[in-house]
């Protein structure tokens, strides 16, 4: 019998966080997949003296796509880089504002991010790959306007928690010697 998920008793956004997360863990798998499956290839036939002319542009177009759409995931999964070890020393009341505050401006730059990758897209309309011309480079510059959503996505649901949120949240320190 499969065991159902922890989150099954709480909301319905946790739910969707959930599912959201798992359905770009397998975007992310199935990258570094094709990437390394690119790149053996690659190295196989550069090593019998039969080089592609296409596996330095799609190895760093999939090597590109792996970041952005990693970075999606690190957003769910809240594993981006961070030092809370001030915020968690600051009272309550300001620790939340200063993480809402901080919330924000993480939406907006992604938002502005999304809005510019999206603006640059008919400036490249008709622009194909060097060693690849059926592909066309907007497709390849996809992954900056659809990774911004996705992370803008993530970082609303997370302001969402941080606005509901009634309970003080326990610091970095308390958090850790409870997991030990």
Do not use: K
């Not at 992310?28 to 330095?56: C, K, N, P, Q």
């Not at 659809?146 to 606005?163: G, K, P, Y």
């Amino acid at each position: 019998m499969h065991d159902s998920p922890p989150f099954m008793h709480e909301s319905l956004m946790h739910r969707f966080r959930y599912r959201y997360g798992q359905v770009l863990e397998w975007v992310v798998a199935s990258l570094m997949i094709i990437l390394a499956l690119e790149v053996t290839v690659g190295v196989i036939f550069r090593t019998l003296g039969h080089s592609l002319v296409w596996y330095d542009e799609t190895a760093s177009i999939l090597l590109a796509w792996l970041t952005f759409y990693g970075s999606a995931l690190a957003s769910v999964r809240r594993a981006h880089i961070a030092c809370p070890e001030l915020v968690d020393r600051l009272p309550s009341a300001a620790r939340r504002l200063i993480n809402i505050v901080a919330q924000v401006l993480v939406i907006a730059f992604f938002a502005l991010f999304g809005w510019i990758g999206f603006s640059i897209m008919p400036v490249l309309a008709g622009e194909s790959l060097v060693s690849l011309s059926f592909v066309s480079v907007n497709f390849a510059q996809s992954a900056i306007p659809v990774s911004a959503a996705l992370i803008v996505l993530a970082e609303l649901m997370h302001l969402i928690d941080l606005v509901n949120r009634t309970e003080p949240r326990p610091d970095s320190a308390a958090l850790a010697d409870s997991l030990q």
